[in-house]
């Protein structure tokens, strides 16, 4: 019986975060009521904690739905990436340009997935920019992979910064600063070989994040165009509507008058 609660509990969980964003409120309160009547409070106290997705975030968890192979995708380049890094760092691959490639080809298409879905929501550019961005820092870290694929992110998420693509799977991990050691005159050189990887890895990921940044503005655009496309087709579809109901009145007097003629 304690296994069907919580698959239950587990079902009701990933109801609420399908909604439309509009009902989320509504389901999540009704939700909280209907677990306290059962005599689940602990559980009662945990939906009623959660707090209301922003648009972007809603928009995440739509796409970790809709298209769960496009975000498969997402996660192993993203996972792929932070290990990637972590031997580049530590000088044992050269993997890390093939891998940050995959990640940029994978976070382009799940773009172009919460394009189309904020479009249908009626969702804004800045809100798809956000989702954008979150997608990223999800998949970069164990914890953001895991709300990610379950479609169950509850807030916006930044890239985390250069610790994240070293290795360290944590949101606001640190990392312990290692104890100096008196330099010696051999370590010179392979401090200045040291520098340059260091100074190279920086270009790229400087050059990388640029290039995301500006897909997610492509996307944004595509997505505000859309808008102005639909908002065109509907006012087309309106005047025609008119025209119409306009030329059946005409139509139907026209032959009120052949009937009294006839």
Known sequence: MAAASKADFEGDLDRLYQLPLSEFTSARDELTRRLRAEG?????EEIKKLRKPTAAVWVVNQLARERPLDVQRLLKAGQSLTKSQA??????????????RDERR???QVAKGASEIAERAGIGSSALGKATETLRAASLTAEGRELLRRGR???ELEPPGFEAL???EG?????????PKPPRSGDRAEKRRALKQARERVRQLRAEERELAAAARAAAREAERADAEAGAARSRAADAQ????AISDQREAAEADLDRLG
């Open 171 to 179: 949101l606001g991990q640190q990392v312990a600063p290692a104890k």
């Open 87 to 100: 031997k580049a760092a530590a000088g044992t691959s050269q993997t890390f340009p093939e891998a940050r």
């Open 166 to 168: 070293t290795g360290l």
């Open 40 to 44: 689940e409070r602990e559980k009662a």
């Open 106 to 108: 994978a976070l382009e």
């Open 242 to 245: 008119e025209k119409e109901r």
């Open 153 to 155: 992110l509850t807030e």
